[in-house]
């Protein structure tokens, strides 16, 4: 924290209002010359948890360390309700954003007591109003009776909370999470998950979330930003994602898919699944067509086309299939619902569901 004396270290208002969080064409290389970020322009609304989504590698921690200054871009600005607090001529120092940041790994001291650890960024505060504070923090995620406790004493779930009251102690307008329920088992995700949003909502911070999981995203986020290679790919709402996809790198990162080449004559694209529409696509443009493994269902013979079972695999509330389709090399696959297919049926009929059928350029495509 800041040892300068010329300025509090946080803006402790009594009441955390969210503040607008905006990225301008931020930019950022690493020493080592590789681009990290490129071009993302980003706004995180007053209020909203936004999450920012994609595969490991793709630029997610860094905008956040950006976001928070810790880390500088090359070239861009960040802005807090409208005052640029990153720039290429201004650097507001960590301590006076009113941004908190939680780690992927929670960083509680361990020598520390739960207190002391929510505690350690109030130092704005006197010792009985940093007390209060902390203890306030505390009670609102639910572990006040632990504040003269060590952080081993507690489990996986209980420190990324302690990690959120800490963060959350200051009231900062803007709350950072790096990834974080990476750290904990899968039985705990749901609650710890649940139990962070309605914090969030009741403290009415500005939030962005990282993960690299869509499902998580789609749980928790108001809006999803898709980073890959350093690129902000898409941003929008789940349902926005999900159903249009700007490309199938997005398509597949929501969706398992089988994909076929195929080419668009008379304004649609025939696969050996049938013939599906190619909107705004030129004649004879070369495109794949992704099918969701949900989008595929047992028919009526005139309704569909032959497949032959090679596996089924059951996964409690559907089954996974692995298909033979005549005109298809590699095997088709498919989410079924358990109980519609008879135990040993071998040939069945399928048929598309068209809302799970995507259409891609083959050159906008980046999977
Ligand atoms: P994510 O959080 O999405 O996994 P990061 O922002 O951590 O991605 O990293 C983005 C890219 O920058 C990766 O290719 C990573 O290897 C690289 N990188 C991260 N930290 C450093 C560093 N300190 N020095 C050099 N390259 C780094
Ligand atoms: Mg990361």
Known sequence: MSGTSEKPARVTAGVTF????????????????????????????????????????????????????????????????????AGP?????????????????????????????????????????????????????????????????????????VALARALAPRPAVLLMDEPFSGLDSRLKDTVRAETLAILRQSRATAIVVTHDAEEAMRMGDRIALLRSGWLIQTGTAEELYLQPADLFVAGFFSELNLFGARVAGGAADTPLGRFAAPGLDEGAAVTVAVRLSGLEPCAEEDGVAARILSRRFLGVVELLELGVEGVDEHLRARVRCGLLPPGIRDIFLKVRPRDVLVFERERESA
């Open 18 to 85: 969210g503040a607008r969080l905006a990225f301008e064409q931020i930019h950022h290389r690493f020493a080592s010359d590789q681009v990290t970020l490129q071009d993302v322009s980003l706004v995180a609304e007053p209020g909203e948890v936004l999450c920012l989504l994609g595969p490991s590698g793709s630029g997610k921690t860094t905008l956040l360390r950006i976001a928070a200054g810790i880390e500088s871009q090359s070239a861009g600005r960040v802005l807090l309700n409208e005052r640029e607090i």
């Open 89 to 161: 001529n201004v650097f507001l120092p960590p301590e006076q954003r009113s941004i908190g940041l939680v780690f992927q790994d929670f960083a509680l001291f361990p020598h520390l007591t739960i207190l002391d650890n929510v505690r350690f960024g109030l130092t704005a505060l006197s010792r009985e109003e940093a007390r209060n504070e902390a203890m306030a923090a505390l009670s609102r995620v639910g572990l006040e009776s632990y504040a003269g406790a060590y952080p081993h004493v507690l489990s996986g779930g209980e420190q990324q909370r």
